[in-house]
């Protein structure tokens, strides 16, 4: 009879550990809901004031601005800017990748080989853990010659100056 009692109470004590480990998981996870809707109403906070930002002038503008600012916070984990002639910070870059597999990191680091690190780029990391790349158009700094999306799947590059190549 012992025996049997002595097994009920390591069954009792494991159910309620498990109980336990399975409510810390369910607050995990609706966290983990909570930021991601928060993450997808920043985004849309702030297409929208970008939208309410063009055409403003004043104090106004100066507002919208700090409001766009804040939200960003929100979105962007990190941020890391090289001006041109910078190729030594672009090692940096690679750095900032390390934690990506590693044909990302080989796919930068053949970029940097063809002297394209001394170009202007950006790349951001979102909270969501996605991290883009980009390398602006040298004469239009609104558009883009080159970027690289990285994320859980894998990664994506998209190059405006091989279309262009291609194409014309």
């Keep these: 009879m012992d025996f049997v009692s002595g ?8 159910q309620f550990d498990l109980k336990k480990r399975l409510d810390l998981k369910t607050k995990e996870l609706e966290a983990l809901n ?11 906070d702030v297409r929208a004031l ?8 004043g104090e106004e503008l100066f507002l919208l601005r ?11 984990k990190t941020l890391a800017i ?4 910078y190729g030594s910070r672009s090692e940096r870059l690679i750095e900032f990748l390390r934690s990506q597999p590693a044909e990302v990191v ?3 680091r053949e970029q940097l080989e ?9 790349a ?5 853990g996605t991290i883009r790349v980009v390398y602006p158009n040298e004469c239009d700094r609104l558009s883009y010659d080159e970027q690289v999306l990285v994320n859980g799947e894998g990664f994506a590059v998209h190059s405006n100056l091989l279309d262009e190549a291609l194409t014309g």
């Design 7 to 14: 097994e009920l109470g390591k069954l009792e004590r494991r």
């Design 34 to 44: 909570d930021n991601a809707l928060s993450l997808q109403q920043s985004k849309k």
């Design 50 to 57: 970008v939208e309410r930002l063009q055409g403003r002038h």
């Design 66 to 76: 700090a409001q766009i600012a804040a939200r960003l916070k929100t979105l962007v």
């Design 82 to 85: 090289a001006s041109p002639g």
């Design 106 to 108: 080989d796919y930068v």
């Design 114 to 122: 063809l002297q394209i690190g001394d170009r202007p780029y950006f």
């Design 124 to 128: 951001v990391c979102f909270r969501n």
